[in-house]
């Protein structure tokens, strides 16, 4: 089977000057996380949105270290997310997801995952959804999140995910500011009706797309329906911050794998 990798790019758009989103892409280590800090702490004059940004940061780090320290493509996400939960010393709570590019049995390669709350991604496979990642809640708008020096809230309660990819499948991995205002249906004919030449990237164009609906007042959304099947009335988008990860599955012909430079850390947007 031909060696394969991930090309990786991402777009944030934040719901006010900084946001609450974080995200990185190491290139070397084949690894994407992305992360939400749950906005309640700014009640309490908390940044809500350096928890996770030191938790990315912290995340970026396990990724490089643990590939400099394991065979190739043996990124453990679940590692990852226990070294930077245990490392990230700011006082908040975060939904986190980090998916690492994996070698299988029988010369296949997997994408493995650890999440967290909300935030997740999908892997779209000639114009259809083949893979999604389930959301993990207590209820409505009520995620599963990692919590600073909480034993309730930390990396063990994180679902381990793991699903098989192919060359020229495209990984979506996002904050619920993507997911709660796009269907998989409308992100699967942004994914396919993209061309290459356009004036945007992908991830800016599926933010872009996000951050319309999330402004709407009529157009019925994910969270909408979510809503009303909680019992609750609501109508329209969701204005919140929008991070979206876009991942290439391409041959590999570098000479050597995993590909060397060019990380994405975007985590002090």
Same mark, same amino acid.
């Given at each position: 089977?031909? /060696?394969l990798k991930?090309?990786?790019?991402?777009y !944030?758009i934040?719901k006010?000057?900084?946001?609450?989103d974080a995200?990185?892409?190491?290139q070397?280590a084949?690894?994407i996380?992305?992360?939400?800090?749950?906005?309640?702490?700014? %009640?309490?004059? &908390?940044?809500?949105?350096? !928890?996770?940004?030191?938790?990315?940061?912290?995340?970026?780090?396990?990724?490089? /270290?643990?590939?400099r320290?394991?065979p190739?493509f043996?990124?453990d996400p679940?590692?990852?997310l226990?070294h930077?939960?245990?490392?990230t $010393?700011e006082?908040?709570s975060s939904? $986190?997801?980090?998916?690492s590019?994996?070698?299988a049995?029988?010369?296949?390669? &997997?994408? =493995?995952a650890a999440?967290?709350?909300?935030?997740?991604?999908?892997? &779209?496979?000639g114009?259809? %959804?083949? +893979?999604?990642?389930p959301?993990q809640?207590?209820s409505?708008?009520f995620? +599963?999140q990692?919590e !600073?020096?909480?034993? /309730?809230?930390?990396?063990r309660?994180?679902?381990?995910?793991?699903v098989?990819?192919e060359?020229?499948?495209?990984?979506v991995?996002?904050t619920?500011?993507?997911?709660?205002?796009?269907?998989?249906g409308d992100i699967?004919?942004i994914?396919?009706? !993209?061309?290459?030449?356009s004036?945007?990237?992908?991830?800016e164009t599926l933010?872009?797309?996000?951050h319309? =609906?999330s =402004?709407e007042?009529? %157009?019925?959304s994910p969270f909408?329906?979510?809503?009303n099947?909680a019992?609750?009335? +609501?109508?329209?988008g /969701?204005?919140d911050?929008? %991070?979206?990860?876009v991942a290439y599955?391409?041959?590999?012909t570098s000479?050597?794998?995993?590909g060397?430079d060019?990380?994405?850390m975007?985590?002090?947007?």
């Amino acid at each position: 089977m031909a /060696k394969l990798k991930m090309l990786a790019e991402s777009y !944030y758009i934040p719901k006010n000057e900084t946001g609450d989103d974080a995200t990185f892409f190491s290139q070397s280590a084949q690894v994407i996380g992305v992360a939400d800090g749950v906005g309640g702490w700014s %009640t309490e004059g &908390i940044d809500a949105g350096e !928890y996770a940004r030191q938790l990315m940061r912290n995340a970026y780090a396990a990724a490089v /270290k643990e590939y400099r320290h394991r065979p190739i493509f043996q990124v453990d996400p679940k590692e990852v997310l226990r070294h930077a939960f245990l490392n990230t $010393a700011e006082m908040g709570s975060s939904t $986190a997801c980090i998916i690492s590019f994996a070698a299988a049995p029988v010369g296949k390669m &997997i994408l =493995r995952a650890a999440n967290v709350g909300d935030s997740g991604f999908m892997v &779209i496979r000639g114009g259809g %959804t083949v +893979y999604r990642s389930p959301v993990q809640q207590h209820s409505f708008n009520f995620p +599963y999140q990692l919590e !600073y020096s909480s034993e /309730k809230h930390s990396h063990r309660q994180a679902a381990e995910l793991a699903v098989e990819v192919e060359s020229g499948d495209v990984v979506v991995a996002g904050t619920d500011g993507l997911f709660d205002n796009l269907f998989a249906g409308d992100i699967e004919r942004i994914v396919g009706d !993209y061309c290459m030449d356009s004036m945007f990237s992908l991830s800016e164009t599926l933010a872009r797309a996000a951050h319309g =609906r999330s =402004r709407e007042t009529t %157009t019925v959304s994910p969270f909408q329906v979510a809503a009303n099947e909680a019992g609750i009335r +609501y109508v329209g988008g /969701k204005l919140d911050d929008i %991070t979206v990860v876009v991942a290439y599955v391409v041959p590999d012909t570098s000479s050597s794998y995993g590909g060397g430079d060019g990380d994405v850390m975007d985590v002090d947007c």
